[in-house]
């Protein structure tokens, strides 16, 4: 199984950008999938994820009501719409996929089994 992350970039203090994550190889039927970030010098967060029915979201508290996340189940892909960014919203973006049953969406890196390869968000103030 790989996921593909794309859709970083450069961006100023306000502005939008759309993340997605691609997964492809042996199909799973996912749990969960979902979004981390990793600044320079501090330790990876997670940002937001879905379950994979579509039935419920979590997001960090410092990115509720600014970026969303959804799924498209046809497409085997994550994306994650990311608007009014802020400086502090620089950092490398992990998408990531969880397998095993869980009844709650899970905030821990360590729950989740499958990793893309980062893409980098970068916004300018």
């Known amino acids: 199984v790989q996921l593909q992350a794309s859709g970083g970039g450069s961006v100023q203090a306000g502005g939008s950008l759309r993340l997605s994550c691609e997964a492809s190889?042996?199909?799973?039927?996912?749990?969960?999938m979902g979004w981390f970030r990793q600044a320079p010098g501090k330790e990876r967060e997670f940002v937001a994820a879905t379950t994979w029915s579509g039935g419920s979201a979590d997001y960090a508290g410092s990115v509720k009501g600014r970026l969303t996340v959804s799924r498209d189940i046809a497409k085997n892909t994550v994306y994650l719409q990311m608007n009014s960014l802020k400086f502090e919203d620089t950092a490398v973006y992990y998408c990531?996929?969880?397998?095993?049953?869980?009844?709650?969406?899970?905030?821990?890196?360590?729950?989740?089994?499958?990793w893309g390869q980062g893409t980098q968000v970068t916004v300018s103030s």
């Open positions: 190889g042996r199909t799973f039927s996912w749990n969960a």
């Open positions: 990531a996929a969880r397998t095993r049953y869980a009844s709650v969406i899970l905030r821990s890196a360590i729950s989740y089994d499958y």
